[in-house]
């Protein structure tokens, strides 16, 4: 499945506001760009909307809706840039075996 703009903000309604069209629009095709699928494989679409959702947030036209972690979260507290960094560990994380007998 490739991420469009309608299943974008269905998943982050605060960007569905008219006037954030073209922005989530080209942070999408950003995101796409830095989310290779042979390295993102069947996460690719996940880690395409959180880094898109985290780059709508930090633009000047986004930061109102940028959600934060009550914990603070470091120096990014942000929940999209805290969700991509977990999809990033798990892909990065290599393949592991569990549960084979051989």
Do not use: H
Not at 19 to 32: E, G, P, Q, S
Not at 49 to 69: E, F, H, I, Y
């Amino acid at each position: 499945m490739t991420v469009t703009y309608a299943s974008f903000v269905a998943e982050f309604p605060e960007f569905a506001a008219a006037d954030y069209t073209a922005i989530v629009t080209a942070r999408l095709a950003t995101a796409l760009r830095q989310t290779p699928a042979d390295v993102w494989g069947d996460l690719q679409d996940d880690g395409i909307k959180w880094l898109a959702a985290d780059l709508v947030s930090r633009s000047p036209q986004g930061r109102q809706l940028r959600l934060v972690n009550s914990s603070g979260g470091g120096q990014d507290g942000s929940i999209y840039a805290g969700e991509r960094r977990r999809l990033e560990g798990i892909v990065a994380s290599g393949f592991r075996v569990t549960g084979v007998n051989p």
